[in-house]
């Protein structure tokens, strides 16, 4: 069964940093792409930043020059440091995967994935 954990979320002041972790389990993403959406109250789950397989990255505009992504492949894990956070960064932060290895699918579409986790609470305070 394949899982997506992730951890690291919590409250922070505006100004601060946090780093989100996604471990993954039950299958091997090391071929695939993998992304961070997030959720705030009463919206859309939106795209925040993802990695191709071949280590290509991208980044929704409000995340450009403060969050970074990365990947473990030997860990099989993928992480997302958030600097400078801001109280319109606060969410609920989801990991995501493509189950097809080697795709050239869209990065910031929902619907490139096929796995998700549960989420993870970032809360930014001003």
């Known amino acids: 069964q394949v899982q997506l954990v992730e951890s690291g979320g919590g409250l922070v002041q505006a100004g601060g940093s946090l780093r989100l972790s996604c471990a993954a389990s039950?299958?091997?993403?090391?071929?695939?792409?993998m992304a961070w959406f997030r959720q705030a109250p009463g919206q859309e789950r939106e795209f925040v930043a993802a990695?191709?397989?071949?280590?290509?990255?991208s980044y929704a505009d409000s995340a450009k020059g403060r969050f970074t992504i990365s990947r473990d492949k030997a860990k099989n894990m993928q992480y997302l440091q958030m600097n400078n956070l801001k109280p319109e960064d606060t969410a609920i932060y989801y990991c995501?995967?493509?189950?097809?290895?080697?795709?050239?699918?869209?990065?910031?579409?929902?619907?490139?994935?096929?796995?998700w986790g549960q989420g993870t609470q970032v809360t930014v305070s001003s």
């Open positions: 990695v191709r397989w071949s280590g290509t990255t």
């Open positions: 995501a995967a493509e189950g097809r290895d080697f795709t050239a699918a869209p990065l910031r579409s929902r619907s490139t994935y096929n796995y």
């Open positions: 039950g299958r091997t993403f090391s071929s695939s792409n």
